[in-house]
T-cell receptor
């Protein structure tokens, strides 16, 4: 089992749709979790941290399920500008392979 | 505020050549990292450093070397380049380790032929 695994994607959704990604991790002792966004041929940038109680930032909601060892990212009311690859990161240095999202008009 | 800078942006190497990828950060961050990203894949950690004079191997260190003589600089050395080292290389820094955002440089696209 890989240390960090993500939904393979790609996800192709219409504008305004709600889309969710999951990311599973293998180390039950993991302490920190993040979602990064990476645009084509660009560097990753932090989208949001994932806290134990879950957290929301505008249209984005991140949740952590320690019992099942996964984190999730929910995007509501998708915009064209949300098209990107979303990377989950566990314990600072363990990246998932990414989930590619394309939002279409 | 420049953040994390990397040079060069692009480079083509012949098999067996060597080169150094430069990385500099101006945020006084303790932690610095080197990752490689192959097409359609996530980032894999090559080396990291928790402060000047301290470096540690990551997931894929073979074929690379690093040094950290100052807080600002974290160069990555490729010795005897191989086609398998064709990739995009990202340098990143963070104030501390776990729980802190990593700030990435724009990357270096390396092709070994």
């Amino acid at each position: 089992r890989k240390e960090v695994e993500q939904d393979p994607g790609p996800f192709n959704v219409p504008e305004g749709a709600t889309v969710a990604f999951n990311c599973t991790y293998s180390n039950s002792a993991s302490q920190s979790f993040f979602w990064y966004r990476q645009d084509c041929r660009k560097e990753p940038k932090l989208l949001m941290s994932v806290y134990s109680s879950g957290n929301e930032d505008g249209r984005f909601t991140a949740q952590l399920n320690r019992a099942s060892q996964y984190i999730s990212l929910l995007i509501r009311d998708s915009k064209l500008s949300d098209s990107a690859t979303y990377l989950c990161v566990v314990d600072d240095m363990r990246f998932g392979a990414g989930t590619r999202l394309t939002v279409k008009p | 505020n420049a953040g994390v800078t990397q040079t060069p942006k692009f480079r083509i190497l012949k098999i067996g050549q060597s080169m150094t990828l430069q990385c500099t950060q101006d945020m006084n961050h303790n932690y610095m990292y080197w990752y490689r990203q192959d097409p359609g894949m996530g980032l894999k950690l090559i080396y990291y450093s928790v402060g000047a004079g301290i470096t540690d191997k990551g997931e894929v260190p073979n074929g690379y070397n690093v040094s950290r003589s100052t807080t600002e600089d974290f160069p990555l050395r490729l010795e005897l380049a191989a086609p398998s080292q064709t990739s995009v290389y990202f340098c990143a820094s963070s104030p501390d380790g776990t729980d802190y955002e990593q700030y990435f440089g724009p990357g270096t696209r390396l092709t070994v032929t």
